[in-house]
């Protein structure tokens, strides 16, 4: 997933972007999933990795009335991951939002396997379904301790799972002697892996990431990516992945959702046909 | 030196000579051109006015001892004190002034119930010239306190918005994600009241006992008073803020563990 960060990648958005927009003419009126490339039949698939799926139904969003987001239709597997495309300002950030429920839907709904937010508890809905936002967003402790911090919840259902989190640490580069360090005082691609080992170490049914590679050096994005396509090849994890960068949703995703701004619309599926060849783990 | 038995009354003419020493600020404000000057007048009469007032408005309510002047002076200084509180917040929430109201009536009356019955034993506890004093050294620094717990509360759950909402959308409760900032608004208010109790009689002699030794009382019985008043402000700012945080906290947070900040507005009115 992702990436995006420094001027060379600058130009990939541009160039992702320009490409989305060029199949405005062939969008119809509803917003579709494309499958990528491969198909199904290329992926291992774990017979008991059928978990609760997360379920989009009709989905919109409004603010003071004006409505951000509508129809929004997606069923979406553990052990699948879809990338979520669109212009800026086209209400990405904002279905994840409402996904993990920090948003009420203004029509429509949500549902893992089966169940709404008010069902299951809307902190163990979010639990659930963690989300990764944009901006890496950590207390002002020390590393270890943002990475206990979701363990001090009440909705907890395991302990702080410290050697996973140093493993984590060390698999994406972070380094596991700076779990002492003030968290803040990092890199912002160093603070991105840590909210990802954050929102992993929870083990989420569901992870939403919003650009979570956007400020990643090559050599992490490639940790990243393996780490989050290992989650959910061999874990079962579904991925929700925002992201401007075309080689990523190529590289990771088995379909992806077209956004545009109050419209509902499928952009033509330019990326059939493509091998998604490196996505495994 | 001996303790006169009682202050010396003060003549109208004798207050009007202490107005001199505003007038000597009023100068000094104009010859450094502070442009204090028009503010200083106005601070000087309102000074006058609404002590004059005041003063009336007790003397009426001691002499003529209606049992229900008692809670009218009581309503109003409750609705002014709640007023005050949130006047000055840069953001505020609908129903604030509301809030604070609710969250000063709680807490004054909790704490001066405790001191004029369980404390002092005076007989009623509502007698005024008890009640209506310390009432307003409790309200004077709660609303001091409840003031600065709103602003703290208000400019941290906007300005830490992502991370109340980081804290939510990883499995925390409403309670769990607003307890920082909830905690340090209330950590806030108390400040003022913390620290005038740790350098009062050192630093600074409070206004009531001042008073009480220049009306004849010798100290260690004026001491003695102040000590109780300084722990009645400190209860009655500490549980006039946990209130007023509370119910921010209710009406920011819906069930849902929403942080609803379109509730904050920008303090438009200045």
């Given amino acids: 997933m992702i990436l995006c960060a420094g001027a060379a990648t600058g130009k990939r958005r541009v160039a992702a972007e320009t490409c989305f927009s060029a199949t405005a003419g062939q969008r119809t009126a509803k917003i579709e999933c494309h499958a990528i490339g491969k ?12 978990g609760p799926s997360l379920a989009l139904v009709g989905l919109g969003v409004a603010s003071n009335g004006a409505e951000l987001l509508g129809g929004i239709d997606l069923q979406l597997r553990s052990d699948e991951m879809v990338a979520v495309v669109g212009p800026s300002g086209c209400g990405k950030t904002t279905l994840l939002r409402t996904i993990n429920a920090l948003i009420e839907p203004s029509a429509g709904e949500v549902r893992l396997g089966g169940q709404l937010p008010g069902e299951v508890g809307y902190p163990r809905w979010r639990r659930r379904i963690a989300m990764l936002e944009q901006q890496p967003t950590l207390l002002d402790t020390s590393v270890e301790a943002n990475l206990r911090r979701p363990f001090d919840y009440e909705t907890a259902d395991r302990d702080y799972p410290a050697d996973e989190a140093a493993e984590l640490l060390e698999e994406l580069n972070v380094g596991r ?37 956007s400020a990643l050096d090559p050599e992490s994005l490639d940790a990243v990516e393996k780490r989050v396509v290992h989650e959910v090849r061999q874990r079962g994890l579904a991925a929700l992945v925002v992201t401007h960068d075309r080689g990523q949703i190529e590289r990771l995703c088995d379909r992806h959702l077209d956004l545009e701004p109050h419209l509902v619309e499928g952009a033509a599926d330019h990326m059939d046909g493509r091998d998604r060849g490196q996505g495994e783990a | 030196m001996m303790l006169a038995a009682t202050a010396i009354d003060l003549a109208t003419w004798q207050v009007a000579i202490s107005g001199v020493l505003v007038l000597a600020a009023g100068v000094i404000s104009v010859v450094l051109d502070l442009r204090l000057e028009k503010k200083l007048a106005i601070a000087a009469a309102r000074t006058v006015l609404q002590l004059a007032l005041i003063g ?24 002014v004190a709640g007023r005050a509180a949130v006047k000055r917040s840069s953001r505020r929430v609908r129903g604030m002034t509301v809030l604070a109201f609710v969250a000063l009536v709680a807490s004054g009356m909790v ?12 007989q009623p506890w509502y007698t005024p010239q008890y009640l209506i004093p310390l009432l307003g050294m409790a309200l004077g620094n709660g609303l001091t306190g409840i003031s600065l ?40 208010g108390m400040i003022p009241i913390i620290n005038s109790m740790m350098v009062v009689g050192v630093v600074s002699l409070p206004g009531m006992m001042t008073g009480q030794i220049i009306a004849g009382q010798i100290p260690v019985e004026a001491v003695k008073y ?21 119910m921010i906290y209710r009406r920011l947070f819906n069930a849902r563990h929403q942080l609803l900040v379109d509730r904050i507005h920008k303090q438009s009115d200045a």
């Fill in chain 2, 149 to 188: 717990c709103v602003d703290q509360m208000l400019d941290s759950l906007t300005e830490r918005r992502g991370e109340v909402e980081m804290e939510l959308s990883l499995g925390a409760t409403r309670w769990e994600a607003a307890r920082g900032p909830l905690a340090d608004a209330v950590r806030r």
């Fill in chain 2, 226 to 246: 102040q000590i109780m008043v300084m722990f009645m402000i400190a209860g009655a700012t500490s549980m006039g803020c946990i209130l007023m945080g509370l």
């Fill in chain 2, 111 to 122: 704490t001066i119930f405790t001191i004029t019955f369980a404390v002092i034993g005076v």
């Fill in chain 1, 39 to 50: 198909g199904t039949h290329l992926r291992e698939r774990d017979d008991n990795s059928n």
């Fill in chain 2, 56 to 79: 009336y408005a007790l003397g009426w309510v001691f002499q003529v001892g209606h049992w229900w002047s008692i809670p009218i002076v009581v309503l109003i200084m409750f609705a």
């Fill in chain 1, 177 to 213: 002697r700076r779990l002492d360090q003030a968290a803040r005082s990092l890199s912002v691609g160093q603070r991105q892996r840590l909210c990802l080992i954050r929102a992993l170490l929870i083990r989420p049914d569901v992870l939403l990431l919003d650009e979570p590679t």
